[in-house]
């Protein structure tokens, strides 16, 4: 998955989505990926690189620390 998606206009992913498998810190977060706020602030556009899907799915916000951690908090 790239860095950074980008939607058909341009702007850029706010959210990462992650497949998680596992709980606490053996958990293993896989991007799968990327969301948008809608312009009206009521929902988000995903576009997900994954399937089928099944188990956890995670919505975070991107951040370095996210990024640097591969999104485990």
């Known amino acids: 998955m790239s860095e950074e998606q980008t939607t058909s206009?341009?702007?850029k992913?706010?959210?990462?989505?992650?497949r998680v498998e596992g709980q606490g810190e053996s958990a293993t977060?896989?991007?799968i990926g990327?969301?948008?706020p809608n312009r009206?602030?009521?929902g988000f556009n995903i576009s997900c690189e994954a399937g089928p899907l099944q188990g956890?799915?995670?919505m975070r916000l991107i951040t370095a620390r996210?990024?640097?951690k591969g999104g485990q908090s």
């Open 29 to 31: 977060w896989n991007p």
């Open 13 to 18: 992913s706010t959210h990462r989505l992650y």
């Open 34 to 36: 990327a969301a948008w």
């Open 56 to 58: 956890r799915l995670v």
């Open 40 to 42: 009206d602030g009521q």
């Open 9 to 11: 206009r341009g702007r």
């Open 66 to 68: 996210d990024d640097a």
